[in-house]
């Protein structure tokens, strides 16, 4: 069955060297195929699905705690490291200092 509501966790990251401050401007990661963007057609290769995009919908139905391996892949986005940037569509950090 699909449930009627799409929960989703959503990664992001800011440049403000206050985090809490309410004019902070944060920055999604955006995934290759997880469902995102409502504009965004879906990416479709069956039979095979993106594996983090996968977990990542699986992730959202349960807490953090359940799934230790995101903040994991937060520490790995944090620290602009290339293997974990090379599972994500896009950076919206590349170029500048990390988030």
Not at 8 to 35: H, I, M, R
Request: with cysteine; proline share 8%.
């Amino acid at each position: 069955s699909i449930t009627k509501e799409r929960t989703e966790v959503v990664l992001q990251g800011t440049s403000s060297l206050d985090p809490n401050d309410p004019s902070a401007v944060w920055e999604e990661y955006d995934f290759k195929c997880k469902p995102g963007d409502l504009k965004r057609r879906p990416c479709f290769i069956t039979p095979y699905h993106y594996r983090l995009d996968w977990l990542m919908w699986f992730a959202a139905f349960q807490t953090y705690e359940q799934n230790e391996w995101i903040i994991h892949l937060a520490g790995k986005l944090l620290a602009q490291e290339e293997e974990a940037l090379s599972l994500m569509a896009t950076n919206p950090f590349a170029g500048r200092a990390p988030p």
